[in-house]
Each structure stands twice: as structure tokens, then as C-alpha cells.
């Protein structure tokens, strides 16, 4: 039972340069959640999936994209990466169905934009 | 809209002290819930509490104790008889009745030396 994985751990890209973030879980659960973590911010939410084909924005969604295609798996996209993107990214999922449960985080991807 | 507080942005200890984290919110919801999460220097979340705004009563998990008063909105975290494995960034996190969206606070280090 690996709980939620993260790929890739680390990227650097550059200005302009597109790239995905793929977060998987095998918990069965229904909700997904994308974060962005900065200094002396907290987490904050990016955007969440309610279920399979389902996505919504959070509070900074702006140069992101998702789908959740299946289930199991989250995609985070980056369509034109600004430096402002330079962050470590968490993902998370939890049951659905109403009353907000615990939510169980991946080990993050640190990403660096130059 | 909702808000969290954790005014200590750093806390440092001495091994066996009493440490307690402070955690104010802000909502007009009357009903929510308030959680507590802990980041270990390996950069994983990891739950710790969730308690719903019908509960004032105080909970205590081993070391662990929260102590969570509507009238002042907050929601504090003590740890007693503290130990270096406890050294991490705690995040005090808060959630409306439904949907599971998670708004964190800046998050406290704690530093816990021996």
C-alpha cells in the first residue's frame, strides 16, 4: 500500500517550458487535492477533483491546469512556467461523500523555475 | 471568507518542556472543522487531529492535548514533555461543513533541541 506518490520528485525548468505533475493514490479515494507550499505561507489550494472526470478550482488556480482522467491519478499541468511557480507541490486525497475527512499528502515535488 | 493564524512563526525548546502552538480562525460558517497537521523534516503531512465546531471538548493523545474555545476562536495545540522527534512544522488547517477545502495557517516550526 503506497498511500499517494508523486512524480517527479525534483525539476528545474525553464521560463516558458511546460511540464506535468502526476500524482497517483491507491486508497480508492474519491477526492484529490493539488497544493502549492511557500515560505511563511501555509499551503494553499491549487485545485481539487470531487471525482473521476470531475475538477475545481481553489484558491490559486491561475497558470494551472488538471484533469483526473482516472480515479487513481491527479495531473497538475504547467502550460508556461514563471518563476512566481517555484514552489514544492503537494497532493493529497481523501474519502468523499460529504463531512471533510483527514486528508493523506504525497511527499511533495520541488520545483524551481528559472 | 475563512482565515487561520499562527502568529508564532518559530518556537525553539529545550528537550522535556511543555510547548504549546497557538491557532486562531476565522469564519461565518457555524458549522466547520478545524484540523492540525505535522510536517517532519522529511516533508511529508501527516495528521494529526481533526475536530468538528459541536465539540469543545478537549482532547488529549498520549503527549498530545488541544484545547479548542469557540469564544475565542481558537484551537491551541499543547505538547507535553517535548522530544527532538517532535521538532517540525505544524499547520493548523480549517474546512467548511462540506466540500473538504482546506485552508491553512502559515504553520509554526518547532525546534526541539536535547
Known amino acids: 500500500n503506497a498511500g499517494v506518490t508523486q512524480t517527479p520528485k525534483f525539476r528545474v525548468l525553464k521560463t516558458g517550458q511546460s511540464m506535468t505533475l502526476l500524482c497517483a493514490q491507491d486508497?480508492?479515494?474519491?477526492?484529490m487535492y493539488w497544493y502549492r507550499q511557500d515560505p511563511g505561507m501555509g499551503l494553499r489550494l491549487i485545485h481539487y477533483?470531487?471525482?473521476?472526470?470531475?475538477?475545481a478550482k481553489g484558491e490559486v488556480p491561475d497558470g494551472y491546469n488538471v484533469s483526473r482522467l482516472k480515479k487513481q491519478n491527479f495531473l497538475l499541468g504547467l502550460e508556461s512556467a514563471a518563476p512566481s511557480q517555484t514552489s514544492v507541490y503537494f497532493c493529497?486525497?481523501?474519502?468523499?461523500?460529504?463531512?471533510?475527512?483527514?486528508?493523506?499528502f504525497g511527499p511533495g515535488t520541488r520545483l524551481t523555475v528559472t | 471568507a475563512q482565515k487561520v493564524t499562527q502568529a508564532q512563526t518559530e518556537i525553539s525548546v529545550v528537550e522535556k518542556e511543555d510547548v504549546t502552538l497557538d491557532c486562531v480562525y476565522e469564519?461565518?460558517?457555524?458549522?466547520?472543522?478545524l484540523f492540525w497537521y505535522k510536517q517532519p523534516p522529511s516533508g511529508e503531512l501527516v495528521f494529526l487531529i481533526r475536530?468538528?465546531?459541536?465539540?469543545?471538548q478537549n482532547e488529549i493523545s498520549g503527549r498530545y492535548s488541544w484545547n479548542f474555545q469557540k469564544s475565542t476562536s481558537s484551537f491551541n495545540f499543547t505538547i507535553t514533555a517535548s522530544q527532538v522527534v517532535d521538532s517540525a512544522v505544524y499547520f493548523c488547517?480549517?474546512?467548511?461543513?462540506?466540500?473538504?477545502?482546506?485552508?491553512f495557517g502559515a504553520g509554526t516550526i518547532l525546534r526541539v533541541k536535547s
Open positions: 486508497m480508492n479515494h474519491e477526492y
Open positions: 477533483s470531487v471525482g473521476e472526470g470531475t475538477t
Open positions: 469564519t461565518r460558517d457555524t458549522t466547520y472543522y
Open positions: 475536530r468538528n465546531s459541536f465539540d469543545e
Open positions: 488547517a480549517l474546512s467548511q461543513e462540506y466540500g473538504n477545502k482546506l485552508v
Open positions: 493529497a486525497s481523501s474519502y468523499g461523500g460529504g463531512r471533510p475527512y483527514e486528508q493523506y
